[in-house]
């Protein structure tokens, strides 16, 4: 048993110096066979940073996706009251419009989404008389309203 402890180690002994001491070519092959890591530390240390192929960053896992911003009981929701909106629309345009408006700010205000760019609601912009607006400009609103909401919900 002894003998064959020694012959082991002499072996591993010559394969060693074999690797170190003999050709370049002999190293170079001998790494491929090995998994390549002395040619990845050198790459490495020869641009400054990892691998991006390798999958994880520095001695860890990969680092865990981003949660969502919503739910899909969110989505659903929101979904549920943009029916609603639409359908309201043809009867009541304006009261479509502020309804989008007022659900888009509450929405999303409880989830911390800022709402400093949601387009303006139905009486918002009409100054002392609010009639004056026609069909195609709420629809116009109401589009801008959605769109923006569609926008930040897929964020």
Do not use: C
Request: net charge neutral; glycine share 10%; aromatic share 8%.
């Amino acid at each position: 048993m002894v003998i064959t402890l020694i012959v082991i180690l002499v072996v591993l002994a010559a394969l060693a110096a074999m690797f170190f001491l003999g050709p370049a070519g002999w190293r170079t092959s001998a790494a491929g066979t090995f998994g390549g890591l002395s040619t990845r530390v050198g790459k490495f240390i020869e641009s400054g940073r990892a691998d991006p192929r390798s999958g994880s960053g520095a001695g860890g896992a990969a680092p865990t996706p981003a949660r969502p911003r919503f739910t899909a009981a969110d989505r659903a929701y929101l979904d549920g009251v943009w029916k609603h909106v639409q359908s309201t629309f043809v009867s009541n345009p304006r009261v479509a419009v502020n309804l989008a408006h007022s659900t888009a700010e509450g929405f999303f205000t409880a989830h911390g989404v800022p709402t400093d760019e949601l387009p303006e609601g139905a009486g918002d912009l009409a100054g002392d008389n609010p009639a004056e607006e026609d069909t195609e400009t709420l629809r116009l609103r109401l589009l801008a309203i959605k769109t923006w909401s569609d926008r930040e919900a897929a964020r």
